[in-house]
């Protein structure tokens, strides 16, 4: 049985809540259960079976989706809060960079903030690997690449494109192996991806 016979079989819309298809099973059950079709056991008991089966398919199936939108809204709630955090914090001057490269680098920050809070990820990666092959012996560069790869990872977790949201994770942790709140934060995204994968 596929997903849109379930939907079709139970009497519901696609966006069903989940209390609203488990009221539909419940209604359903009760009505084609055998003990309450006794002059029409058999026929009943093939409907009760395909009701029963259609009510699995389509409560696994909302159940995960939901799964996914909880995960995908404190993500959210946790980006916006990461890049309100690291906005308000200056970029320390460092001493061994050229007055053009510490204004470029300041520029280059200021841009990749804009750029994280609006989503334009594609974009963010493109300015942070130029500005990482400027100064590729920077420290803090290489943070705020680390940091780019794992918004674009959590991204394509959110639209559940869960390999390619898995090799930019990955990537992130090559780029800064040492961050360990980075690697702690990526490690739960990590785990996340394999619950949804396999759940």
């Given at each position: 049985m596929?997903l ?6 139970l009497g519901?819309t696609?966006?069903a809540?989940l209390s609203?298809?488990k009221?539909a099973?419940?209604?359903?059950a ?5 003990d309450v079709?006794?002059h ?12 029963t ?14 799964e996914?939108?909880?995960y ?10 990461t890049?309100l ?9 460092s001493?061994?960079?050229s007055?053009q ?11 990749l ?6 989503q334009?990820?594609?974009r963010a990666i493109a300015?942070i ?6 100064l ?13 790869y794992?918004q674009?990872?959590?991204?394509l977790?959110r639209?559940r ?10 990537k992130?942790?090559r780029t ?7 690697w ?9 991806i394999?619950?949804?994968r396999h759940?």
């Amino acid at each position: 049985m596929d997903l849109v016979n379930g939907y079709r079989l139970l009497g519901i819309t696609a966006n069903a809540p989940l209390s609203e298809i488990k009221a539909a099973y419940r209604r359903l059950a009760r009505r084609y259960h055998p003990d309450v079709n006794p002059h029409n056991r058999e026929q009943a008991q093939a409907q009760f079976v395909r009701i029963t089966q259609a009510y699995q398919l389509v409560w696994q199936t909302a159940l995960q989706a939901q799964e996914i939108a909880n995960y995908s809204v404190n993500l959210t709630q946790t980006v916006k809060a990461t890049a309100l955090q690291r906005q308000a914090q200056p970029i320390p001057v460092s001493q061994s960079l050229s007055p053009q490269d510490q204004q470029l680098k300041t520029r280059s920050y200021q841009s990749l903030q804009q750029l994280l809070q609006t989503q334009r990820l594609a974009r963010a990666i493109a300015l942070i690997e130029g500005l990482a092959q400027r100064l590729p012996q920077d420290p803090e560069v290489r943070q705020w690449q680390a940091i780019t790869y794992q918004q674009q990872g959590r991204q394509l977790l959110r639209d559940r494109e869960y390999a390619k949201a898995s090799l930019y994770l990955k990537k992130a942790l090559r780029t800064d192996p040492h961050n360990r709140s980075l690697w702690t934060e990526i490690q739960r995204d990590l785990q996340a991806i394999q619950q949804l994968r396999h759940g």
